[in-house]
Structures are given as C-alpha cells and as structure tokens.
C-alpha cells in the first residue's frame, strides 16, 4: 500500500516551467511504478509520463515534460518546462505494479495539483 501527495501546481505564464511533486509513503514505494496523468474540464484523461527504471512519455509532451524519482526520499518529481495554454489541468501521480497509459493499471492515487497556464 502506498499513500501520495502532489503538490507544486500553480498559476504560471506560456513558455515557463514548473515542477510538480509527487510524495510517497509506505515501505514498498521503489516497487512501484509511478505514472503522471492530467485532466482538465470537459476532457479525457490524459497519460504524461511514467517511470520505473526509465522514464517513459507520449509524443504529446516528450521533449518537454521530465520524470525523475528519488526513491531515498519516497518523492517523483515531474519537470515540465516551456509550458503552452493546453497543458492548463489538475495533475495527478498515480501508482501501480505494471506499466501503462490507462488509468485502470494504478492503484493508488493522489489528490491532484492544478496547474494553469495564461497567454
């Protein structure tokens, strides 16, 4: 069982960055695979990112959106950087046992951070 808390979201301008964490606890968290997904009104849910040895990331935000873990710490970090309106969400961390973009593979999720990007 593991237990999360991001935080780290905030009002921020087009082309900034931002990190977001994600704070674990629980004696298991290294096992598991932490998984960063965001949804804004009216929209699905999206997958950004995921990382268990390696970090991994869609198309939609790689080259801009980082993933780091310290697991010493029990802490993800999701590093987003050059930030546009469309990445405007709450963003959740989620974790589960095995690598995915669906929602359904996490077991475990936190309470979600807003981020909002102006023009």
């Known amino acids: 069982q593991v237990q999360l808390v991001e935080s780290g979201g905030g009002l921020v301008q087009t082309g900034d960055s931002l990190r977001l964490s994600c704070a674990g606890s629980?004696?298991?968290?290294?096992?598991?695979?932490i998984a960063w997904f965001r949804q804004s009104p009216g929209k699905e849910r999206e997958f950004v990112g995921r990382?268990?040895?390696?970090?991994y990331y869609p198309d939609s935000v790689k080259g801009r959106f980082t993933i780091s873990r310290d697991n010493a710490k029990k802490t993800v970090y999701l590093y987003m950087d050059d930030l546009i309106p469309e990445d405007t969400a709450v963003y959740y961390c989620?974790?589960?046992?095995?690598?995915?973009?669906?929602?359904?593979?996490?077991?475990?999720w936190g309470q979600g951070t807003q981020v909002t990007v102006s023009s």
């Open positions: 989620a974790a589960g046992l095995r690598t995915s973009i669906f929602g359904r593979a996490y077991d475990y």
């Open positions: 629980g004696s298991t968290f290294s096992s598991y695979i």
């Open positions: 990382i268990d040895l390696y970090a």
